[in-house]
């Protein structure tokens, strides 16, 4: 049973550019999350979807957004992006109606110069 | 608003000896989820415990163990008789229900060095 999966796994963009990265979540899981760590931090909360739509949203700007297709697996964009965007992006994924118990991929690491 | 606190930045221990890890949490909620999380050079979030606002029973598990206090809105962890494997950083996390969904805040993490 593949668990989530993310890719790619590692990404260097520049300043000013758009990023997409993805997320596969566990097998049965239909509640997919996404995270920011930045180096020496917790993960922050971006956003989450549930049957296709942004279910709830983090304290991040309109840069950041997301999809969620009928398989459940989803893609984040950055657009514009800035210094302060790099870190590790995780995705989490969880069953239906249990939400208090994700479970994390290995994350995408993205480096803007 | 919801808070946690690891006030430990980074532990250093020598193999075989026994750590704390401390985790303090701020929240008005009655409900809510605490956890704690592995995170090894890999990068990936290893789930290790949940435990519900409403049970306050300690929890062991092989060497590790935690400690859920409500009166002192603290959630530590202990390993027994640490291994070189244990080495990773460890997130403490509160989770609320909102909106029909439990969002998680983490806490910034201590990271364990257990040296051989």
């Known amino acids: 049973d593949a668990g989530v999966t993310q890719s790619p796994t590692h990404l260097i963009k520049t300043r000013g550019q758009q990023v997409t990265l993805r997320c596969s979540p566990k097998s049965g899981h239909d509640t997919v999350s996404w995270y920011q760590q930045a180096l020496g931090q917790g993960p922050q909360f971006i956003f989450q979807?549930?049957?296709?739509?942004?279910?709830q949203r983090g304290n991040f700007p309109d840069r950041f957004s997301g999809h969620q297709f009928p398989n459940y697996s989803s893609e984040l964009n950055v657009n514009a992006l800035l210094l302060g965007d790099s870190a590790l992006y995780l995705c989490?994924?969880?069953?239906?109606?249990?939400?208090?118990?994700?479970?994390f991929g290995p994350g995408t690491r993205l480096t803007v110069l | 608003a919801q808070k946690v606190t690891q006030a430990q930045t980074e532990i250093s221990v020598v193999e075989k000896e026994d750590v704390t890890l401390d985790c303090v949490y701020e929240t008005r909620d009655t409900t809510y989820y605490l956890f704690w999380y592995k995170q090894p050079p890999s990068g990936e979030l290893v789930f290790l415990i949940r435990?519900?606002?409403?049970?306050?029973q300690n929890e062991i598990s092989g060497r590790y163990s935690w400690n859920f206090q409500k009166s002192t809105s603290s959630f530590n962890f202990t390993i027994t008789a640490s291994q070189v494997v244990d080495s990773a950083v460890y997130f403490c996390?509160?989770?609320?229900?909102?909106?029909?969904?439990?969002?998680?805040?983490f806490g910034r993490g201590t990271s364990l060095i257990v040296h051989p």
């Open positions: 979807y549930y049957e296709e739509e942004e279910r």
């Open positions: 996390a509160l989770a609320k229900l909102l909106g029909g969904s439990y969002i998680p805040t």
């Open positions: 989490a994924s969880s069953w239906p109606q249990a939400t208090d118990t994700q479970y």
């Open positions: 435990r519900n606002s409403f049970d306050e």
